[in-house]
């Protein structure tokens, strides 16, 4: 659905209800990427619900095993365990973000023309995305519409 809808709706890509071609499929792991590399950090669960379920799992060890054994539940232990669990899911996440930065860059090729190539490592390089994390705010003149935003997602 993400794939398939949304990414195309926001990039005005294919809407002929066919198949994904290997640009279509290149975009949405683009967009998956964080925002500090050109992404939309619209994540891809089919692909990352195992590895949070194991987080949340370890995270919550302390607490179940406490149930299981029906003993009072000790926060410290719960959280100690969870600030562990979270460091190492998040250095995970970052080693297979970077491993995905490299794979999308060796296909760019491949599915995308060489100035699209060109255009996405120059904006990383500039930093260009920074503005995707930006909250915008109306009283601020910060507000874009619908067509505003599908220009910018463009750019």
């Known amino acids: 659905m993400i794939r398939d809808r949304l ?18 499929i290149w975009l949405r792991d683009v967009a998956a990427l ?3 590399l050109l992404g939309l950090g619209i994540p891809k669960p089919t ?4 590895r949070d379920y194991k987080t949340s ?5 302390a607490i179940t095993e406490a149930i299981l054994r029906e003993e009072d539940i000790d926060a410290d ?19 297979a973000v970077e491993k995905e930065w490299e794979r999308l860059g060796s ?5 995308a023309s060489e100035d699209q ?7 990383k390089e500039k930093r260009q995305s920074g503005w995707l ?23």
């Open 47 to 50: 692909e990352t619900a195992g």
């Open 34 to 36: 964080p925002v500090r």
């Open 57 to 61: 799992a370890v995270a919550s060890e």
């Open 77 to 95: 232990e719960h959280v100690k365990r969870g600030q562990k669990a979270r460091a190492a899911h998040k250095e995970t996440v970052k080693k």
């Open 7 to 24: 990414i195309p709706a926001l990039m005005k890509g294919r809407r002929n209800g066919g198949p994904p071609t290997q640009y279509d």
């Open 107 to 111: 296909q760019s090729g491949q599915a």
């Open 133 to 155: 994390t930006a909250t915008p705010l109306k009283e601020y003149g910060m507000n874009l519409s619908p067509d505003e935003f599908r220009d910018a997602m463009t750019i």
């Open 117 to 123: 190539c060109e255009e996405v490592r120059q904006s």
